[in-house]
Structure formats: structure tokens, C-alpha cells
């Protein structure tokens, strides 16, 4: 199983980036995805998260800028970033709870996309 993450850049602050991440390999089901973010000196941080069929949950400081959606048929998650921050430069990294076999669930991380917001 492999995540592919793209859409990474480098945008203006006010600008908007769209970021993809698909699945790819043999599973069963892809439970919960998400995405995580780690700046220089920070620690990885929970951006956003859409559980199969749930509702999504969004860290605070992207809450009404972010959205994360999913395409089950494939087997993608996107993240829409509008109204970029400086604050918001990181290396993006996409995570899914991937069903192997049923009840038989392992996380896997994509290889990390750059945003660098700044004029």
C-alpha cells in the first residue's frame, strides 16, 4: 500500500493550493484519512480529518480556510487551502487508516508535499 501526495507550491498569502493524496496497492477498505502538517522546529500536527463516512474535524487555526473531501471510487483525499497564511507553511503530509483485511487496519503515511506561503 502507497499514499501519493502532490500539490505542494509555493502561493501568495491570500492564494489557495489544492492537495491530493491517493491510495494505491491491495487493501480492503480505507477507513479514516487525514491530513498532517510539521513546520521547521515544530512538532506534526493534525490538520484536518474525514472518517469514512463522518464528519470531518479541522484543527482550529485552518477551521473556515481548509477542506478536506475524499473520492471513494479513487480512493483519493484532497485538501482545498484558501486564504493561505505565512503561518501556514509546512510539509503537508497525507495519513489513511487502511483496512488490510477486515478488522485488520494499518496507518500509512504519504511522502510529504511542500506549502511555502509568502509574497
Known amino acids: 500500500v502507497q499514499l501519493q501526495a502532490s500539490g505542494g507550491g509555493l502561493v501568495q498569502p491570500g492564494g489557495s493550493l489544492r492537495l491530493s493524496c491517493a491510495a494505491s496497492?491491495?487493501?480492503?477498505?480505507?477507513?479514516?484519512m487525514a491530513w498532517y502538517r510539521q513546520a521547521p522546529g515544530n512538532q506534526r500536527e493534525l490538520v484536518a480529518i474525514?472518517?469514512?463516512?463522518?464528519?470531518?474535524h479541522y484543527a482550529d487555526s485552518v477551521k473556515g480556510r481548509f477542506t478536506i473531501s475524499r473520492d471513494g471510487a479513487k480512493n483519493t483525499v484532497y485538501l482545498q487551502m484558501d486564504s493561505l497564511k505565512p503561518e501556514d507553511t509546512a510539509v503537508y503530509y497525507c495519513?489513511?487508516?487502511?483496512?488490510?483485511?477486515?478488522?485488520?487496519?494499518?496507518?500509512?503515511w504519504g511522502q510529504g508535499t511542500l506549502v511555502t506561503v509568502s509574497s
Open positions: 495519513n489513511a487508516n487502511i483496512a488490510l483485511r477486515p478488522r485488520y487496519n494499518a496507518y500509512y
Open positions: 496497492g491491495s487493501f480492503y477498505s480505507i477507513d479514516a
Open positions: 474525514a472518517p469514512s463516512g463522518g464528519i470531518a
